[in-house]
């Protein structure tokens, strides 16, 4: 690419959502790149929403004829020297893709996608598509090791793939965490009506059937001890549900859906965080978790289990249906102070590698080089 001033040099990138991680990425971003960035945003709130205070200095992609518009500016005007899809889910993110191989605009793809077992129909057609489809973005970020073999597994050469180590604010998280006192978690047991001395299991997010929740409502039914709690932060449509278990069981605790330094008091005070999902691309709340220094308790089918979960170091990696598994390792973290002590430094050290900064200018220098 010929070689241009800071202010001529744009990209672009385009999001199913703004997260707060995806925010925090485009920010760090903006500071780090010596392209000029517009992000723009398929829709508000997809997955969930959002208690964002920023709405409002949001851009959304535009739809019908202002949508033919802003195509023919960015491909037939070229406004922009390279493009940034998160992922190919969207069919709006698949044209951008197919697009810019055809006006030869350089693309950019960054992903959280693993191998999953679907029907074999779709991974006919997979492995029909996706290699024709893969061999037109220039440079592929990977969440991780699983995503980075999901691409190998559809032909994608070594040579453009560049883990970007997917993330959230994990300095923001830390700098939070310090604010935080023995009072402040005595506050909030006494108000969730723990005691002192239970050993707090917490799990953050969206009540789906993917979560495996009724698995681990099962897990805990059948403790002895009364002093090892679950707690449950988050909303969906298996509500009732969890509502039930915890009406039924005293040592399920269900809190609904936090944000901001309500979800941040929940991780503080907590003992150990779990993550049991059955179908799981790559689980942020596990980076959470670490970033507070709480030991995880996650599922095989977590996409981030092989990059993030160190057995002894961080936590442990179970299978998502053997029961008797994580009765044992739930049993065994808390009735051993220590071990959950040793494992929480450990937990520290590797979220302080995993900040939205490097994976910024992970991207960044691909972007340069392209």
Known sequence: MKSKSKKNKKAFMLFEEPTPYVLGLIRELRLCSEFQIDALFIQLNKSQTWDLDCFDTLSIL????????????VFFF????????SGWGAWQCRLFLLL????FIPVTVESDTQINKTPIWKRVIKKLFYPFMFSIPKAFFPAGTRQHAYFRN????????????????VEGIRKKSSTFSDADRAEWRLKNNIKSDDVVFL????????????????????????????????????????????NDYENIIYMGKKYGIELWRSYYSSDVCVLPSNREQWGLVVIEALAFGKPVLVSHDVGCADDLVIDKGTGYVLNSSDCEAWLSKITDLAENQSLRKSISKRCFELA???????????????????
């Open 62 to 73: 535009p739809s019908g004829f202002g949508f033919v518009a802003f195509i023919f500016r």
């Open 78 to 85: 070229r406004k922009y020297n390279l493009l940034y899809l």
């Open 100 to 103: 810019g191989g055809v006006f």
């Open 154 to 169: 559809y032909c994608v050469r070594p040579s453009k793939l560049y883990k970007s180590h997917m993330t959230v604010n």
């Open 203 to 246: 799990f953050v997010g969206r009540l789906l059937p993917c979560k495996n929740l009724i698995f681990l409502f099962e897990v805990f039914s059948k403790l002895s001890s009364l002093n090892i709690k679950l707690v449950v932060v988050g909303d969906g449509e298996l509500r009732d549900e969890v509502v039930k278990y915890s």
């Open 352 to 370: 302080s590698k995993w900040t939205l900064c490097s994976q910024a200018m992970t991207i960044d220098k691909v972007w340069r080089e392209l």
